[in-house]
């Protein structure tokens, strides 16, 4: 077991820089979406790749990369999910046309494997009452850096080149690589055994079916035979993936503590949770920004939009080490049930659609309050129901199921949006009616997961034991 690091407070702002910039990896593009037809000379469907590519990357890379960290050191395959990054982000910043760009997008998504990977080093080098605090903040960035990402996007985008912003990227890529390289100790603690090629190509190919059909539903037809292929092929892979899984001596996700009880139910639980939070973001900007003619908007700018939401990211950094003082207290399955009835509050208040600018701050303020709470419990209970030495490729897959959750709420709004629409200024916008839908959809899975974390059951006697042969071994 390596030593405990003596600079606790440095370790955790440096591995929480890292979470905050995969968070603005993730949202970097949004803003400019319905500019860059125009600036990059491509078709709207081929500039929406710059979104579909990094989510498709994060979600094939967390998994592997967190169990290339549990393998082989997880200090060391952060810091090359780092440099994947600032690669990415530099060939965006010089990219000739909207191919190459795309390709710099998908890089800059090996950055979500960032966050499990600081959670489980966390684990490794702080003591136990500092772990609790580090990763309620290392988790509560995903959240906190889509706050501030959009407003920082649409400042930049407003004053100078779109090609600044991926210049930026890389920079501060190469900040906290050198950070992370001085600052963060390596980890001793390793799993035993080899990296499981075949189960990484399969667990890669199910995703890749899947989540291409979850995103590109709403523009290609859910009814459309590539989006039913594709359906059908990552329900096949991930069948034949399972089996291979199950009988692996190494396998890349040991299905056997990923169906505990206290894991498989947290896992559930952060779909469910992850589109909670995610309406919030995605919604509330869209109706800031919709004219007054809509009878909901409010016609503001961009970046005025993005001020109103900073308020947002505030709340989530003020309550994420709340959230670890109510779990060293009184456990994070408590955590997780206050933070996800507190984000049914936010999203049912958010559901009526707020008469003014103030009310929808308060109303968002509420649910980012929830999710700062909920997404902080998730990978203490994780971490409590799985070995040291599988904790990076248990977080990487419970974050992989908060992708999902966002990608679920992302494909829903485009759904509803599209099915519920009203003219203003000879423009077509969503109706105030498909906003209610989002929001009600999102306050009941916030309920769903809160009666979920309610009734999941704490890691058995059998399986702490489990645990304890692990560590001796």
Request: aromatic letters at 6%.
């Given at each position: ?10 370790v ?6 890292c ?13 400019l ?25 994060g ?19 952060l ?5 994947l990054?600032?690669?990415?982000s530099?060939?965006g ?10 390709v ?10 960032v966050?499990p990977?600081?959670?489980?080093i966390?684990?490794?080098?702080l003591r ?9 903040l ?7 850096g ?8 649409g ?9 600044w912003l991926?210049?930026?990227a ?13 600052l ?6 390793r ?17 890749v ?9 709403s ?9 039913i ?7 096949a892979?991930?069948?034949?993936w ?5 009988r ?7 299905l056997?503590?990923?169906?505990r009880?206290?894991?498989l ?27 007054l003619?809509?009878g909901?908007g ?15 990211g ?11 003082r109510?779990s ?22 958010l ?11 308060v109303?968002?303020s509420?649910?980012s ?5 909920s997404?902080?419990a ?16 248990a977080?990487?897959?419970?974050t992989?199921?908060?992708q ?13 949006a ?24 999102a306050?009941?899975?916030a ?16 399986e702490v034991c489990e645990q304890?042969?692990a560590?001796?071994?």
């Amino acid at each position: 077991m390596v030593a405990l690091t003596p600079r606790p407070a440095l370790v955790i702002a440096v591995l929480a820089s890292c979470g905050l910039c995969v968070s603005l990896m993730q949202t970097l593009v949004i803003p400019l979406l319905p500019q860059f037809p125009r600036l990059l000379n491509a078709t709207p469907a081929t500039v929406a790749w710059l979104v579909t590519a990094t989510l498709v990357a994060g979600a094939v890379c967390a998994p592997l990369l967190g169990r290339l960290g549990d393998l082989y050191g997880r200090r060391r395959l952060l810091l090359v999910a780092l440099v994947l990054v600032a690669v990415g982000s530099a060939l965006g910043a010089a990219s000739p046309d909207v191919g190459t760009l795309i390709v710099g997008r998908a890089m800059q998504g090996a950055s979500l494997g960032v966050v499990p990977l600081g959670m489980s080093i966390m684990r490794d080098l702080l003591r136990a009452d500092r772990v609790g605090s580090g990763v309620a903040l290392m988790s509560s960035s995903l959240g906190i850096g889509g706050a501030i990402g959009l407003p920082l996007t649409g400042v930049v985008a407003q004053h100078t080149s779109w090609r600044w912003l991926f210049a930026g990227a890389a920079v501060l890529a190469l900040v906290l690589i050198a950070l992370v390289a001085i600052l963060v100790p390596a980890s001793g603690e390793r799993a035993p055994g080899r990296f499981d090629f075949p189960g990484a190509i399969g667990l890669a190919g199910a995703l890749v079916c899947m989540l291409l059909a979850v995103s590109k539903g709403s523009e290609w037809g859910w009814g459309s035979p590539l989006v039913i292929g594709l359906l059908v092929a990552a329900a096949a892979l991930f069948v034949v993936w399972g089996a291979w899984e199950l009988r692996a001596r190494s396998p890349l996700v040991d299905l056997r503590v990923s169906a505990r009880p206290a894991v498989l139910w947290t896992n559930v639980a952060s779909i469910l949770i992850g589109f909670a939070m995610f309406a919030g973001f995605l919604v509330t900007t869209q109706i800031l920004q919709a004219p007054l003619g809509t009878g909901y908007g409010f016609g503001l700018s961009l970046v005025a939009a993005g001020i109103v939401m900073l308020p947002t990211g505030i709340s989530m950094t003020v309550f994420s080490p709340v959230s670890a003082r109510i779990s060293a207290r009184w456990g994070a399955r408590t955590t997780l049930v206050l933070g996800t009835s507190i984000l049914v509050v936010g999203n049912i208040a958010l559901a009526f659609l707020p008469a003014s600018i103030p009310l929808v701050l308060v109303a968002t303020s509420v649910s980012s309050i929830g999710a700062a709470l909920s997404y902080s419990a998730l990978p203490m209970l994780i971490m409590d129901a799985v070995p040291p030495t599988e904790t990076a490729a248990a977080n990487s897959l419970n974050t992989l199921m908060r992708q999902l959750g966002t990608s679920s709420c992302s494909a829903v709004v485009a759904a509803v949006a599209t099915g519920f629409t009203v003219m203003t200024d000879g423009q077509m916008f969503p109706a105030g009616t498909a906003y209610t839908v989002v929001f009600a959809t999102a306050a009941a899975g916030a309920a769903v997961g809160c009666v979920i974390a309610a009734l999941t059951p704490r890691p058995q006697a059998a399986e702490v034991c489990e645990q304890v042969l692990a560590e001796a071994a």
